[in-house]
């Protein structure tokens, strides 16, 4: 039974960085090279919206213009874990953050950026 986990939210000030990992818990070794995984994002009173993809292949996708240059995605396959990168926060980016992959979501991380 896979499960996601992610880990790494918090409270920081505007200008900040956070990392987010999801980890592909009870995972084979094969499951990132086989499954794309997704963040999304949930903004206070906002519908989840998708944000991030690394495919199988390592290539990696934002949908957000406001993300291009602060976000970057990696994975670790030994570690099954993949990383969301966040740099140069805004209050806007205040949301729970979800890893996603096929049917599995993880159980989301709050990031909130305020002063």
């Known amino acids: 039974q896979v499960q996601l986990v992610e880990s790494g939210g918090g409270l920081v000030q505007p200008g900040g960085s956070l990392r987010l990992s999801c980890t592909a818990s009870?995972?084979?070794?094969?499951?990132?090279?086989?499954?794309?995984i997704h963040w999304y994002r949930q903004r206070p009173g906002n519908q989840r919206e998708l944000i991030a993809t690394i495919t199988n292949e390592g290539n990696t996708r934002f949908y957000l213009d406001s993300m291009k240059g602060r976000f970057t995605i990696s994975r670790d396959i030994r570690k099954r874990t993949v990383y969301l990168q966040m740099n140069n926060l805004k209050p806007e980016d205040t949301a729970v953050y979800y890893c996603?992959?096929?049917?599995?979501w993880g159980q989301g991380t709050q990031v909130t950026v305020s002063s």
């Open positions: 996603n992959s096929d049917q599995h």
């Open positions: 009870g995972a084979s070794g094969s499951f990132f090279r086989i499954n794309p």
